[in-house]
Structures are given as C-alpha cells and as structure tokens.
C-alpha cells in the first residue's frame, strides 16, 4: 500500500521542518505533499532545500480545508493521511496506519495526540456520538488517514467551513456506511508551547476563537448531514446556553464586561440562524451521500503555484 502524507502549513517554518523530520524518520517510503499558503516566512525556501519532500503546493486561500482538499487531489497514494505542520508521527505511527487501512480493511483511522505542555504531557481518548442512529467517530484534522476510496466518496472536506471540517467530514463518513477507527497506535506528538506567528492555523482548526463561525459550523453541518430537526437545534441551543453561562461567569468575576457577553450572544444567535440557512442549502444542493456541494471535485484552481518532484525522479 503506497502511503502519501498531506501536511498543510501556513507561516510555522519551524515546526515544519520538525514535522518532516518525523516523517523522513518514521515513514521514509511515504509520499508527502506539503500545501503552503500563502506563508511569508520562507517556508517555500525551507522546503525547496530539502530532499524528502515529494510534491509542494503553494495557495492563496487561507481556509485550512482548501488547504487539506489541494494535498488530496496531488497525493498519490492507496492511502492519504493528513498530519498538522506542528505535530510529529511517533515510531509507531506509519506501520499502524498501513495495517489498519491495508489488512484490516478500514476506511479511516486515527489516534491520540500527545500534546507536551509545562506541566507534562497530555493526550486523547476516542470520541464519538450516535445521532439520528449513526455511530459517528471523530478525528483531529491533524492525525488522520483515509482509504482513496473512502475520501472520494464523500468528496473531500467542506470548504464553506472555516473550522469543524473535521468533524464534518466525520459525520459524512459515518453516513456513508465508512467506519473510522482508533488506534493508540497511530500517535503523533504536539508541543503546545509558543505558537507560531499566525498560531497552529495551518495545522488544526481552532474553533473557540471565534465564537460566531463555531456556531455557524455547528449549525451548518447538523443541517446539512442530518437537515433541520428538533434534535438539530436542541444541540445547538444547548452548546449555547453552557457558553452563555460560562461566559457569564466570567463576566461577574471581572474577566469580561456585560456589553461583551451580550455581543457575544448576538453573534451567536446571529451565525446559527446563517448555518442553518447554509446548511439547509448545502443539503438541496448535493443530496448525495457525500452532502458536499463544495468539495473536492468543485474546483481545481486551488493551487497558484506546483512543484513536483516526482517528475524530476522520473526523469
């Protein structure tokens, strides 16, 4: 089974480079694809230099799911993994992968992030929901490989997201009848010390940061994959009201003012009713399995600039 390892970035020259070190050490015979974009810190230049580099992308969107959708179309393999520019695949990580996604049949698989902080370590346990009767298991966009097959069919990521593509391409999995299955074994390790200078948006997606678009997304991919019922909008009201409290919270022990809690509430209540909208769109638009009018297959000029070093081998 022929490997690729789609890693996006965008300005984190550093951890790149450690990541890809991680890579070279633990799955030297994969295929990588780095998509960059658009970084202004000579990321371009760092990778250029090196020699385990298969295939560089550059793009100008900075939605991290276009980012993800670009490496898909390059990649090459049987098998696509999609690993954060500051994460590093630990020994174990490459042969639990091919196994998984080779002898054992899955569709996906994933595994725990070991996340380095002051005082230790951290790491993950498997989550996963039943809605609407699904078991849906979700994965970090950071550490996980999928089958060709089963990332085609559902199309890719959603590029309407600026976060939670994620775990909307979870849901989208499960309801096409792909499994994804945990594994301790498929590890990799993040160092959640300083951050770059636009953060670990290249590599995760950071949903809390922004309290509209967690909603809108929360909205939009219930209504989307599931369309809109009671159960829909009770999750979401629920999510709503622990914030609200939270934040609320904050408010009385001075963290926060009541004109900020009260905008916050606005832009809530605001994004959930434009989610739902979208959502109920997306839906009528594509009433496949995929539920991915924005996919992988509705575009293919994400990429400004290519360099393929696969062709200069064969040469």
């Keep these: 089974m022929k490997l690729s390892v789609v890693v996006p970035t965008l300005n984190g020259r550093e951890r790149l480079a450690s990541s890809l070190d991680a890579l070279a050490a633990h799955a030297p015979d994969a295929e990588v694809v780095v998509v960059n974009g658009p970084s202004a810190d000579g990321t371009t230049g760092m990778v250029q ?43 174990s990580w490459a042969d639990a992968v091919r196994k998984r996604l080779g002898d054992d049949e899955s569709a996906a698989v994933t595994g725990p992030i070991h996340r380095s902080v002051r005082a230790g370590m951290t790491t993950e346990s498997e989550e996963s929901r039943t809605i609407d009767g699904v078991e849906v298991t979700y994965f970090d966009g950071t550490n996980v490989a999928f089958t060709r097959e089963a990332i085609e069919a559902v199309d890719g990521f959603d590029e309407y997201l600026r ?19 945990w594994r301790s074994s498929v590890c990799v390790s993040k160092h959640d010390g300083e951050e770059d200078e636009n953060g670990s948006n290249g590599a995760a997606e950071t949903e809390n940061r922004d309290w509209g678009w967690k909603y809108r997304a929360l909205a939009y991919r219930l209504v989307k994959n599931y369309g809109p019922r009671p159960g829909v909008f009770r999750r979401t009201g629920r999510d709503a009201v622990k914030d609200a409290a939270g934040t609320a919270y904050r408010v009385l022990r001075g963290e926060g003012t009541p004109s900020e809690w009260m905008g916050s509430g606005k832009q809530v209540v605001t994004n ?10 997306a839906r009528l638009r594509d009433r496949t399995e995929s539920r991915n009018p924005r996919g992988l297959s509705s575009r293919a000029d994400r990429v400004v600039e290519r360099y393929d070093w696969r062709e200069r081998e064969k040469e």
Excluded: F, M, Q, W
Aim: aromatic content about 2%.
């Design 163 to 181: 976060t939670g593509g994620a775990r909307d391409c979870a849901h989208r999995l499960a309801n096409a009848g792909y499994e994804v299955s």
């Design 272 to 281: 959930t009713i434009v989610g739902c909208k979208d959502g109920l769109v």
């Design 49 to 91: 230099a090196r020699d385990d580099v298969d295939v560089l992308l550059e793009v100008s969107d900075r939605t991290l799911n276009v980012a993800r959708n670009a490496g898909i179309a390059a990649a090459s393999g049987d098998a696509i993994a999609l690993v954060g520019h500051d994460t590093a695949v630990e020994p």
